[in-house]
């Protein structure tokens, strides 16, 4: 007997295959920024990502690597360990093109970028009064000496005439300072050979930095992790008289694509982490913001980026201005006794961190080096914010959350386990994204190594990790056909 109470059967030509599995996009999970209790650092930032609307990040990162730059000059920090720390940050960040990297650094950097223009013009004009008197002095030295000959080939006494040339010597005219100290595409003699007999206090600043970072200035990590903890440095020169630089100061803020990043990792990564000149830079893996970079056409004021762009100016002038007259030397900055007893429980957890199973196990040499960076962080703050006395406890939490913030970075960027899981959801995210423009499921491992995000290219090695995990955790397939193999989307 037929049941007509049971629903009859629907036609097939509707059912359409379950898509493959949702991206989970765990590499788009947001770490915020912590809030920082710095009025004229605070604001700007705020005011630069809201007109401009490109990562928040960028914004911090330049920031702090401008107020660095003013800082460094005029004061360094006592540790409650009683070492003497430069308060030079190296900022490295990783972001790809047309995400907005050169808009900050002139918003930010454009006060010092006008005040490194207006004092090299000024010593231009310098120069040649330099020149033109020394040519003067030149000439009259000739005179002399040639009255000299005269009166040695005549058996004269050359009494008189030897006291004159001795004092001429004496008189000879001095060439001006040199005065740059914002370089970007520059060479490690070029840099060090301005700091000798010029400024001593430095930005190597840069938004394209790749050729930078792999040319022949950073194949010495020993003469950058000097400078970088105050210490001397030897150059020696063939050609030239070598000389040492005793007490220079230099930030970094070297920007450089994803893709970048990845080839200097691979040539030289292994060196920049055991020689520990990684472990000391502040890094930043920013993302995109492109795509969500809408308008209101509301009027844009800058009144904040005025006021932190002075404030650099101000602290740098300063520091022109008394290191031109010599015998000058750097104020040290110290803690509280309620900011040093958070900084020494801080220290102390950090160290305990790097035993077997911590949280820093894996980087003991990114961890040796934290609370000092933390230190360098709230006395910049302390100064650029024009705080008086000791470094206050407020401050002092404020850069140990930041510091922290940074760590997390590092760990994301460095850390095989946190790379990995980052690396192979944002390659699972790439892929679900060609599904839903053409619904197929099949991929040619050569296609998706010449086209998935710029990051993951150039190491087949490391692609093929990427592929394992997203096999072990169910999200892909990978089959042989002939000899090409394919990844289908599960």
């Given at each position: 007997m037929i049941d007509y109470k049971r629903a009859a059967p629907q036609p097939s030509w509707d059912h359409h295959p379950l898509g493959p599995k949702e991206a989970s996009n765990r590499h788009l999970i947001d770490d915020p920024i912590p809030a920082l209790p710095f009025e004229i650092t605070s604001e700007a930032i705020d005011e630069c990502f809201r007109n401009i609307k490109n990562p928040k990040d960028l914004a911090l990162?330049?920031?702090?690597?401008?107020?660095?730059?003013?800082?460094?000059?005029?004061?360094?920090?006592?540790s409650p360990l009683g070492q003497i720390c430069p308060t030079s940050l190296p900022l490295i960040v990783s972001a790809g093109s047309g995400v907005g990297k050169t808009p900050y650094l002139n918003k930010m950097g454009g006060g010092l970028f006008n005040y490194q223009k207006e004092i090299l013009a000024n010593r231009d004009l310098e120069l040649k009064k330099f020149k033109h008197a020394h040519a003067i002095w030149s000439e009259i030295l000739k005179a002399h000496k040639s009255e000299l000959r005269s009166l040695v080939k005549d058996g004269a006494n050359t009494d008189d005439i030897i006291e004159v040339i001795s004092d001429h010597y004496l008189k000879e005219p001095k060439e001006p300072m040199k005065l740059g100290f914002l370089y970007e595409d520059t060479t490690e003699p070029a840099l060090y050979g301005n700091m000798n007999g010029g400024l001593q206090s430095a930005g190597w600043i840069s938004s394209e930095a790749s050729g930078i970072m792999n040319s022949s200035a950073f194949h010495h990590f020993d003469k950058l992790n000097a400078i970088m903890g105050g210490d001397g440095v030897r150059v020696?020169?063939?050609s030239r008289e070598s000389y040492y630089l005793s007490d220079v100061r230099?930030?970094?803020?070297l920007m450089i694509q994803p893709s970048a990043?990845?080839?200097?990792?691979?040539?030289?990564?292994?060196?920049a982490r055991g020689t520990g000149f990684f472990a000391r830079c502040l890094f930043i893996n920013s993302k995109s913001t492109q795509g969500t970079r809408i308008f209101d056409g509301a009027e844009q004021t800058w009144s904040a980026c005025e006021r932190f762009r002075a404030r650099t100016v101000e602290l740098y002038k300063s520091y022109v201005e008394k290191f031109s007259r010599g015998n000058f030397a750097r104020e040290e900055i110290r803690?509280?006794?309620?900011?040093t007893a958070i900084w020494i429980e801080t220290r102390n957890e950090i160290e305990k961190q790097m035993l077997e199973g911590g949280?820093?196990?894996w980087a003991p040499d990114h961890a040796s080096k934290l609370a000092e960076v933390m230190l360098r962080l709230a006395v910049n703050f302390h100064v650029f914010e024009g705080r008086e006395g000791d470094v206050s406890e407020t401050t002092m939490r404020a850069s140990i959350e930041l510091g922290y913030w940074f760590s997390r970075q590092f760990e994301r960027m460095f850390s095989p386990e946190a790379k990995l899981e980052n690396d192979a959801s944002e390659l699972h995210a790439w892929l679900r994204s060609k599904?839903?423009?053409d619904s197929s499921r099949r991929f040619d491992r050569t296609y998706i190594g010449r086209h998935c995000p710029s990051g993951l290219r150039g190491d087949p090695k490391y692609l093929e990790l990427i592929y394992d995990k997203l096999e072990n955790d169910r999200l892909i397939r990978i089959i042989t056909e002939g000899k090409a193999k394919i990844i289908l989307l599960n």
């Open positions: 990162g330049t920031a702090i690597s401008f107020i660095s730059l003013s800082v460094q000059g005029l004061h360094d920090a006592r020696e020169r063939a230099v930030s970094l803020c990043l990845k080839s200097f990792e691979n040539k030289r990564g292994e060196a803690l509280s006794d309620r900011a949280r820093y196990a599904y839903d423009e």
